[in-house]
């Protein structure tokens, strides 16, 4: 018995929330570079304003001398302190190579920034007391020029704060959303396992290995190595589904390559014996039967009995092999069933006199291709005299209930062993080999008849006991009085 299928389950949880934390820890780190490049920026901007403001400090002293208290008062509005040096301090002297860079005025100054230490001033406002000192000799007398930040300082702070919650809102928009938006670009990968399931009928994103795995594998399946499946667990849950998928479909394929090697030889069995039939009659009617008449006519007469049953093989494979490819085409009608069962009652009963025929027939309206249906009831009827001896009978009754319609035959003959029963559908199966020599038949027409049934959206019914006589039951939906 061949393993059930699993359940192939949609794009599911791992693959989306990995991708989802892939991206927002992308988002995260374009987020920290972007701020790392406004600090950058900032202090640059706090470097290039620094020495603006202390040249025009330089350019102060130099044409008006050293500031008196209110000019120092005025200044420190702009944010420029100028005082004399008390004490040389440990500020760096640019080398040489860059103070080109720098104005002359400026060049030969030695360099420092300055953070007040202030127990009472919280982190928030800690850097608004930030200096950008400059030491340096003008007109021989050694000045300190001071620089305050604070107003720029405030505007980048409030300027980053602003960025910062922009940032972060962003990221946590994307936590929510970004998921549905990850399912609907990966839904066609959960479309591809459910249509493969059809058909036969990932922990993280799906790694190289793993592909190439999968298709080493499908590379080595062909139609000698059919029981072959893919490892699933090695495999993670995303691929583990297509993989799932992929097996099922396997598994379906090989069955129906087991029945369709059964259905050939079976077929190939059932038509050696009339073509060895028809051979030894040949050889007889070649040795000695020309002369012989009774012997001419016996071969005669097989050989025609062999060249029916050898039509009637090719036309029932025939009927298979479209109903199989679903090239059948079915022209529906509404008709009483009731009636197509005295047709089918009449016709029997004039061709067949060895048994006893009864019928029961209510009216019972089905849409259904009646050419079918007739073809049906016919194989019930007559699978009903091949299994009931000689003067036994063989009883039709057609009725209705619950949308439903019934053709069913009831015969009184040897009956199903109930082993035999789950197996009486399948093509070529019979019961009894050695009995099915006596009966003749070809054991596909209950095959026939089942598909015929199923494909007006109808089934079958079996019951049976040895030696008491089976029931078999056409069930059709009914069709309501137009």
Same mark, same amino acid.
């Given at each position: 018995? &061949?393993?059930?299928?699993?359940?192939?389950?949609?794009?599911?949880?791992?693959?989306?929330?990995?991708?989802?934390?892939?991206?927002?820890?992308? @988002?995260?780190?374009?987020?920290?570079?972007?701020?790392?490049?406004?600090?950058?920026?900032?202090?640059?901007?706090?470097?290039?304003?620094?020495?603006?403001?202390?040249?025009?400090?330089?350019?102060?002293?130099?044409? =008006?001398?050293?500031?008196?208290?209110?000019?120092?008062?005025?200044?420190?509005? %702009?944010?420029?302190?100028?005082?004399?040096?008390?004490?040389?301090?440990?500020?760096?002297?640019?080398?040489?190579?860059? *103070?080109?860079?720098?104005?002359?005025?400026?060049?030969? $100054?030695?360099?420092?920034?300055?953070?007040?230490?202030?127990?009472?001033?919280?982190?928030? =406002?800690?850097?608004?007391?930030?200096?950008? %000192?400059?030491?340096?000799?003008?007109?021989?007398?050694?000045?300190?020029?001071?620089?305050?930040?604070? @107003?720029?300082?405030?505007?980048?702070?409030?300027?980053?704060?602003?960025?910062?919650?922009?940032?972060?809102?962003?990221?946590?928009? #994307?936590?929510?959303?970004?998921?549905?938006?990850?399912?609907?670009?990966?839904?066609?990968?959960?479309?591809?396992?459910?249509?493969?399931? #059809?058909? &036969?009928?990932?922990?993280?994103?799906?790694?190289?290995?793993?592909?190439?795995?999968?298709?080493?594998?499908?590379?080595?399946?062909?139609?000698?190595?059919?029981? #072959?499946?893919?490892?699933?667990?090695?495999? %993670?849950?995303?691929?583990?589904?297509?993989?799932?998928?992929?097996?099922?479909?396997?598994?379906?394929?090989?069955?129906?390559? *087991?029945?369709?090697?059964?259905?050939?030889?079976?077929?190939?069995?059932?038509?050696?014996?009339?073509?060895?039939?028809? %051979?030894?009659? $040949?050889?007889?009617?070649?040795?000695?039967?020309?002369?012989?008449?009774?012997?001419?006519?016996?071969?005669?007469?097989?050989?025609?009995?062999?060249?029916?049953?050898?039509?009637?093989?090719?036309?029932?494979?025939?009927?298979?092999?479209?109903?199989?490819?679903? #090239?059948?085409?079915?022209?529906?009608?509404?008709?009483?069933?009731?009636?197509? $069962?005295?047709?089918?009652?009449?016709?029997?009963?004039?061709?067949?006199?060895?048994?006893?025929?009864?019928?029961?027939?209510?009216?019972?309206?089905?849409?259904?291709?009646?050419?079918?249906?007739?073809?049906?009831?016919?194989?019930?009827?007559?699978?009903?005299?091949? =299994?009931?001896?000689?003067?036994?009978?063989?009883?039709?009754?057609?009725? &209705?209930?619950?949308?439903?319609?019934?053709?069913?035959?009831?015969?009184?003959?040897?009956?199903?062993?109930?082993?035999?029963?789950?197996?009486?559908?399948?093509?070529? =199966?019979?019961?009894?080999? @050695?009995? $099915?020599?006596?009966?003749?038949?070809?054991?596909?027409?209950?095959?026939?008849?089942?598909?015929?049934?199923?494909?007006?959206?109808?089934?079958?019914?079996?019951?049976?006991?040895?030696?008491?006589?089976?029931?078999?039951?056409?069930?059709?939906?009914?069709?309501?009085?137009?």
């Amino acid at each position: 018995m &061949s393993k059930k299928p699993e359940k192939v389950h949609t794009i599911g949880f791992s693959i989306v929330s990995k991708l989802n934390i892939q991206l927002w820890a992308r @988002s995260l780190g374009l987020f920290l570079m972007l701020n790392m490049m406004f600090l950058l920026a900032s202090g640059v901007l706090l470097l290039v304003t620094g020495e603006r403001k202390a040249l025009e400090a330089v350019q102060h002293v130099e044409l =008006y001398g050293q500031p008196t208290v209110g000019e120092n008062r005025w200044l420190l509005e %702009q944010g420029i302190e100028i005082v004399p040096t008390i004490l040389p301090t440990k500020g760096i002297l640019l080398p040489e190579k860059m *103070r080109e860079v720098f104005p002359p005025a400026t060049q030969t $100054a030695l360099r420092m920034v300055n953070l007040p230490r202030d127990e009472d001033v919280s982190l928030y =406002y800690l850097f608004d007391q930030l200096q950008y %000192q400059l030491e340096l000799d003008i007109e021989d007398n050694p000045t300190t020029i001071i620089i305050h930040f604070r @107003s720029i300082i405030w505007l980048l702070k409030t300027l980053f704060v602003v960025l910062l919650v922009v940032q972060l809102l962003h990221l946590f928009r #994307t936590i929510l959303t970004r998921a549905d938006l990850i399912r609907g670009v990966l839904r066609p990968i959960s479309d591809l396992a459910q249509q493969a399931q #059809t058909l &036969s009928k990932e922990k993280g994103p799906l790694s190289v290995r793993e592909m190439q795995a999968l298709a080493g594998t499908l590379d080595e399946i062909n139609a000698a190595r059919l029981d #072959t499946r893919i490892d699933l667990d090695t495999t %993670q849950d995303e691929l583990k589904n297509v993989a799932v998928a992929i097996n099922s479909l396997l598994e379906r394929i090989n069955e129906s390559y *087991r029945l369709q090697a059964r259905f050939v030889s079976d077929a190939s069995h059932e038509l050696r014996t009339p073509i060895a039939a028809i %051979q030894g009659y $040949a050889n007889l009617l070649d040795r000695w039967g020309k002369n012989d008449p009774e012997a001419l006519q016996e071969s005669i007469d097989a050989l025609k009995e062999e060249a029916t049953n050898m039509k009637d093989l090719v036309e029932q494979l025939l009927f298979l092999a479209r109903g199989d490819n679903n #090239t059948m085409h079915l022209d529906l009608e509404r008709f009483d069933l009731g009636s197509l $069962a005295q047709i089918i009652f009449k016709e029997t009963e004039m061709i067949n006199g060895g048994h006893t025929f009864e019928i029961q027939a209510s009216e019972a309206f089905v849409l259904a291709d009646q050419g079918l249906v007739k073809q049906a009831g016919r194989i019930l009827v007559d699978n009903a005299i091949k =299994y009931t001896p000689v003067g036994g009978t063989v009883r039709i009754v057609v009725t &209705s209930a619950q949308d439903q319609a019934w053709f069913s035959v009831q015969d009184s003959g040897i009956g199903i062993p109930p082993g035999d029963i789950p197996h009486i559908f399948d093509r070529f =199966y019979r019961a009894d080999e @050695s009995r $099915a020599r006596v009966t003749g038949g070809t054991g596909l027409g209950l095959s026939i008849a089942k598909w015929i049934a199923e494909r007006h959206g109808g089934h079958l019914e079996v019951l049976s006991r040895e030696d008491f006589g089976s029931r078999i039951s056409l069930v059709l939906p009914q069709s309501d009085a137009t």
